[in-house]
């Protein structure tokens, strides 16, 4: 037997099935309950019947579909319109004559990138909205000689990084502070602090890869595709479509709250227009649109069956006692003890529930009162929530965006794990790092 082949690291869809079961075996053992919310909205916890998953596990992937349907539709729609895109030729096209005009200067638009990917993060929260730009950045960052995960993070990982270390994002920063009984977007100037490190952090990261992988290609690199037949007055046509595309994209997600019905739907116009500026036919545009959802279909996949274990662990009622049982933990170990508790629940808590919404509820009222006891200041506790919020969310499994940002850079997720857990440690030992201070310090005004 090859001992390289009997030693290879399960696939993405072994490693959730195989979460699926521990998660199944976990509402056979975990006593069951749940927390409530109180008409004066206080939360307490209760018990719950128990509900033991067993053949729930083959279920709960079609559950997992339904529960994600609009991010596996809307990854779906935008991969058909990308590959309608790449069909004309214009992106392979635009790519040449950047790289020819770049030339030397690539390392400053890899940092440039990294940049404005952070701010969109850390100003209006951008998650769902980088996965268009997966498609567009991945292939560029491979024909200037890097690799797929030099794209990813560029995009992913820089917009993580906003979004975790934010100063204005009202996913996070808004609702945590609005929960807590403080003023909206108060302490900023120490949260512009967190952001500004991290996100150098960040770009020396990125360009000491970078050179990693130009002096030695360990990494497998995709080949873009070869520029299609057409004039280049049409290939230019297309890409200013595509420029406008991603100004609309911009302004409508900051200015009229668009989410994924609106992108996808703009994408899906760009894609029809691309074909057509293209000199492509109805049948062709449909074709290369169904080719383009196909392909993607595995992330699709992935995603759904991802989303299952949180369909398990729900159905289960044992989500809200693993939560109980981790805030039970912040017992009486001073300032700097209940702080590292907290922050670690936090972490925690999100590789079972991604959505910085839905842990805000659950958390905030428990923890914001726990605090005042500790003589804790309340800001502390919503960059410790910040933090354990977004630094996770590039490795669990549970995110729907991860899977489908992964799946656009054709990145299994087995490789993908392997490659940044040593990152994501990283951050979480420097999220601590910067807690540690506001302890001392109040976090008030700017």
């Known amino acids: 037997m090859d001992q390289k082949k009997s030693r290879r690291f399960p696939n993405t869809y072994v490693i959730l099935s195989i979460l699926i079961v521990l998660c199944a075996v976990a509402t056979l053992?975990?006593?069951?309950?749940?927390?409530?919310?109180?008409?004066?909205?206080?939360?307490s916890f209760e018990?719950?019947?128990?509900?033991?998953?067993?053949?729930?596990?083959?279920?709960?992937?079609?559950?997992?579909?339904?529960?994600?349907?609009?991010i596996i539709a809307f990854i779906m729609v935008v991969g058909g319109a990308f590959w309608v895109l790449n069909a004309t030729g214009a992106v392979a096209y635009g790519i040449d004559r950047f790289i020819a005009r770049a030339g030397k200067y690539d390392r400053f638009v890899l940092a440039g990138l990294a940049v404005l990917f952070s701010v969109g993060g850390g100003v209006f929260g951008m998650s769902e909205e980088t996965i268009p730009f997966v498609g567009i950045v991945v292939p560029l960052v491979i024909a200037m000689g890097y690799d797929a995960f030099t794209g990813l993070l560029v995009v992913y990982v820089a917009s993580n990084i906003g979004f975790s270390s934010a100063f204005l994002n009202p996913f996070t920063v808004g609702i945590a502070q609005e929960m807590s009984g403080l003023p909206l977007f108060s302490g900023m100037g120490y949260r512009l602090v967190c952001w500004a490190l991290l996100t150098a952090a960040l770009v020396v990261f990125i360009l000491f890869y970078a050179s990693l992988i130009r002096k030695a290609p360990v990494a497998e690199r995709a080949v873009p595709?070869?520029?299609?037949?057409?004039?280049?007055?049409?290939?230019?046509?297309?890409?200013?479509?595509?420029?406008?595309?991603?100004?609309?994209?911009v302004v409508g997600v900051t200015c009229f709250h668009w989410y994924m019905a609106e992108i996808s739907a703009l994408?899906?116009?760009?894609?029809?227009?691309?074909?057509?500026?293209?000199?492509?036919?109805?049948?062709?545009?449909?074709?290369?649109?169904?080719?383009g959802a196909k392909d993607i279909l595995p992330a699709a996949l992935v995603v759904g069956l991802a989303s299952g274990i949180i369909v398990i662990l729900q159905n289960g009622?044992?989500?809200?006692?693993?939560?109980?049982?981790?805030?039970s933990g912040l017992g009486d170990t001073g300032k700097t003890g209940s702080l590292a508790l907290m922050y670690g629940t936090?972490?925690?808590?999100?590789?079972?529930?991604?959505?910085?919404?839905?842990?805000?509820?659950?958390?905030?009222?428990?923890?914001?009162?726990?605090?005042?006891?500790?003589?804790?200041?309340?800001?502390?506790?919503?960059?410790?929530?910040?933090?354990?919020?977004?630094?996770?969310n590039m490795?669990?499994?549970?995110?729907?965006?991860?899977?489908?940002?992964?799946?656009?850079?054709?990145?299994?997720?087995?490789?993908?794990?392997?490659?940044?857990?040593?990152?994501?440690?990283l951050l979480i030992v420097a999220g601590f790092v910067l807690l540690l201070p506001t302890v001392f310090i109040q976090l008030t005004g700017f």
């Open 317 to 327: 009622h044992v989500v809200d006692s693993v939560l109980h049982g981790l805030e």
């Open 346 to 392: 936090q972490t925690i808590i999100n590789l079972l529930i991604p959505s910085a919404t839905a842990k805000a509820a659950v958390t905030i009222p428990i923890m914001a009162p726990f605090c005042d006891m500790i003589h804790l200041s309340r800001q502390t506790m919503v960059l410790a929530f910040q933090f354990g919020d977004g630094f996770t």
């Open 267 to 291: 994408f899906l116009v760009m894609g029809i227009v691309a074909g057509i500026l293209g000199g492509f036919g109805a049948n062709r545009i449909a074709n290369e649109f169904a080719a």
């Open 47 to 70: 018990s719950a019947e128990r509900a033991p998953q067993t053949w729930q596990v083959f279920s709960s992937f079609y559950e997992g579909f339904i529960k994600q349907a609009g």
């Open 29 to 43: 053992v975990v006593p069951p309950g749940q927390y409530v919310t109180a008409a004066d909205g206080s939360v």
């Open 225 to 249: 595709g070869t520029s299609a037949p057409g004039t280049d007055r049409r290939k230019t046509l297309i890409l200013l479509v595509l420029l406008v595309t991603v100004v609309l994209l």
């Open 395 to 425: 490795i669990t499994p549970t995110s729907g965006v991860l899977m489908a940002a992964l799946g656009m850079a054709k990145v299994p997720y087995e490789k993908w794990v392997k490659w940044i857990w040593r990152y994501v440690l």
